[in-house]
């Protein structure tokens, strides 16, 4: 038997493992601080739920399975489908409703750099609201999770659902041939021009003129986002139904102004979002110093969702991390902290009759907050002073015969290599003194 890990998945460490917690920790602040409690929603849910709301691609992407009892089921894609149905199936829920959920989902594609087929996904999400308000606040916890994970040479890549209808429109496509287009056009800049000019020409309908007046739109170069939005103005002029989508998106630009983040908010009429239930404003993110990775942080509005549930429409945008792939990004970036243990004190073990007292004083060590563990059998003290430096664990409590007599420990700095006999008292002082110096 050759022992591995499924294609498409991975370990994390306890190293990695750490760190990865530490980022989902910032992030929860970041929710928690604009006002966004927790859901929890199951890993499983009946097909029926999923299927019809992530287009055909994505549908193939799903793990489905019969399950013991000879139900239908599959793992969730995503967690904002299963939000719309916690939303459909408990109507009590007060609007406009807010909601974060860090949990894992799984699609079934092609593993790639940065891109696993389980993931945890952060989603923050605000439903019974339309408004530009709304939406800008979607933008505003984005960045703010950037900022908070310590990144700044990045972009919110935003656009509109409506400007992409008019895109297609100008290309000569109805509604048939949009999810086809907008599929292409969302790989443009993968598949490069030619391929894309190559792949829509086979599409029923097109015209070839209007693709390259979409092309010169979607690929302008230069200049801030109000000057594409009078672009798309331009190119977009005889199409009355784009003005309210460049309309929104006016109003997105200036709060997103007023919030401080717009040197971060580009607009970028080529971000098409393949997902089929997206109805208004959509994003993605990108890092700069990785120009291929892919997008870190993306979402958009989804008005028609939960009324695939619920038999009515309710307003609903949201905003996704892929926390996965950014801490694959910030490991590429050399950006993750480096800690390899949660323990700040090793409290020595020497022997059974010493045991007890080892366990008091690490006792005495975590109810004054401090991580602590004990090395967990008996030996030289050389061996578990190795431990310590080999697990990146800053101070050793000693505890010996003589310590133990007269009611001391061995206060020992593995950075600097000394150690004081000193009450234990004055010790958990001393520790936690030089710990919070470290973190300032």
């Known amino acids: 038997m050759k022992v591995q890990c499924l294609k498409g998945f991975r370990d994390y460490l306890p190293e990695e493992m750490l760190q990865k917690d530490r980022m989902l920790q910032s992030v929860q602040q970041v929710f928690e601080r604009h006002g966004y409690p927790p859901l929890m929603t199951p890993a499983l849910e009946y097909s029926e739920i999923l299927l019809g709301k992530y287009g055909a691609e994505g549908e193939m992407l799903l793990y489905r399975f019969r399950d013991n009892g000879d139900r239908d089921v599959a793992l969730r894609y995503d967690l904002t489908v299963p939000l719309a149905r ?15 959920q860090i949990a894992p989902v799984w699609r079934a594609e092609k593993p790639a750099r940065g891109r696993f ?13 339309d408004s530009a308000a709304a939406d800008a606040e979607m933008l505003v916890i984005g960045a703010a999770v950037m900022k908070e994970l310590g990144l700044d040479g990045y972009k919110l890549r935003i656009n509109h659902r409506g400007i992409l209808s008019a895109l297609c429109r100008l290309a000569g496509l109805g509604t048939d041939g949009e999810a ?12 490069g021009a030619d391929s894309f000019r190559d792949q829509v020409a086979e599409l029923p309908g097109i015209d070839t003129g209007g693709v390259e007046k979409v092309l010169e739109t979607v690929l302008a170069e230069g200049g801030e986002s109000r000057q594409m939005l009078q672009m798309l103005q331009q190119a977009l002029a005889s199409d009355p139904e784009a003005q309210s989508s460049i309309d929104r998106l006016t109003g997105v630009l200036d709060l997103v102004e007023a919030a401080g983040v717009s040197e971060f908010c580009h607009v970028d ?11 208004g404003l959509v994003y993605e993110t990108y890092l700069d110093a990785l120009p291929g990775f892919g997008s870190v942080m993306s979402g958009g509005r989804y008005d028609g969702l939960v009324g695939m549930f619920a038999g009515k429409d309710l307003p609903a945008i949201g905003i996704s991390l892929g926390i996965d792939r950014l801490f694959a990004a910030m490991k590429e970036m050399d950006l993750l902290e480096q800690r390899s243990q949660p323990a700040e004190v090793l409290v020595v073990l020497f022997s059974t009759e010493l045991a007890a007292a080892s366990f008091e004083v690490a006792s005495k060590l975590r109810e004054a907050g401090i991580s602590t563990v004990v090395y967990p059998q008996e030996a030289k003290l050389k061996k578990q002073l190795q431990f310590a430096q080999r697990a990146g664990i800053p101070y050793v409590i000693v505890i010996g015969e003589e310590e133990h007599r007269q009611g001391t420990v061995g206060l020992r700095s593995m950075d600097q290599g000394n150690q004081q006999e000193i009450p234990i008292a004055e010790a958990i002082d001393l520790i936690r003194s030089a710990l919070q110096s470290d973190a300032r």
């Open 86 to 100: 916690v939303l459909a199936e408990h109507g009590e829920i007060t609007m406009p409703f807010r909601r974060y």
């Open 117 to 129: 087929r389980e993931f945890m996904q952060c989603d923050a999400d605000l439903i019974g609201a």
């Open 180 to 191: 086809a287009f907008l599929r292409l056009l969302d790989k443009l800049d993968k598949i």
């Open 269 to 279: 009429p080529s971000i098409a979002r393949g997902l089929s239930y997206y109805t």
